[in-house]
C-alpha cells in the first residue's frame, strides 16, 4: 500500500523543522553532548592535577585551557571536515564541469524530443516553464565561469 500525496503532505507538515532538518538536529546533538562530555572531563583531569600540587582547582585556568583544546580540535577536525565536505557539495550544486556535464546533455535531448512531438512553438513553451518551473532560466545550466 502507498500512501496517497495528501498523507505525504500532512506527514511532511506534522515534522515541520524537526524532519525536514533531523541529519542537522542530529549533528547538533552529536556536537554538543560531545562538547560538554569533553568539558566534563576536562575538569576532572584538571581539578585532579590541581589537587596533586596541593592547589585548589580555579574555574578561569580550567576555562582557557578547555577553550584552547576546544578550538585546536575545531579548527583541526571540524573545520577541515566542514570545509570539504560543505565546500564539495556547493561547487557541484553550483555547477562545475565535472558535475553537470551528463545532465546537460540529458536535458538536450529531453527538450528536442518535446519541441518534435509537440511541435517546435508549443514544445518551446513547455520547456520554457519547465525551467521556469525549477529555476532553470535561459535553458540548460552552464558551469561557473562560462
Do not use: C
Not at 557541484?92 to 540529458?106: A, F, I
Not at 529531453?110 to 512553438?121: F, M, S
Amino acid at each position: 500500500m502507498t500512501d496517497s500525496p495528501e498523507s505525504t503532505e500532512r506527514s511532511a507538515k506534522r515534522h515541520g523543522m524537526l524532519g525536514k532538518y533531523s541529519y542537522a538536529w542530529i549533528t547538533l546533538a552529536f556536537f554538543l553532548v560531545s562538547a560538554v562530555l569533553h568539558w566534563y572531563f576536562g575538569w576532572l583531569d584538571f581539578s585532579e592535577e590541581a589537587r596533586t600540587h596541593g592547589e585548589r582547582p580555579k574555574f578561569t585556568p580550567f576555562a582557557n585551557q578547555i577553550l584552547r583544546e576546544t578550538f585546536e580540535n575545531w579548527q583541526s577536525e571540524f573545520l577541515q571536515l566542514l570545509w570539504q565536505v560543505v565546500g564539495l557539495a556547493y561547487f557541484l550544486y553550483l555547477g562545475s564541469p565535472s558535475s553537470k556535464e551528463n545532465d546537460d546533455r540529458l536535458e538536450a535531448k529531453i527538450d528536442e524530443i518535446l519541441r518534435r512531438q509537440a511541435g517546435e512553438k508549443e514544445g518551446q513553451k513547455l520547456i520554457d516553464r519547465i525551467d521556469e518551473d525549477f529555476l532553470r532560466h535561459h535553458g540548460h545550466s552552464k558551469p561557473v565561469g562560462s
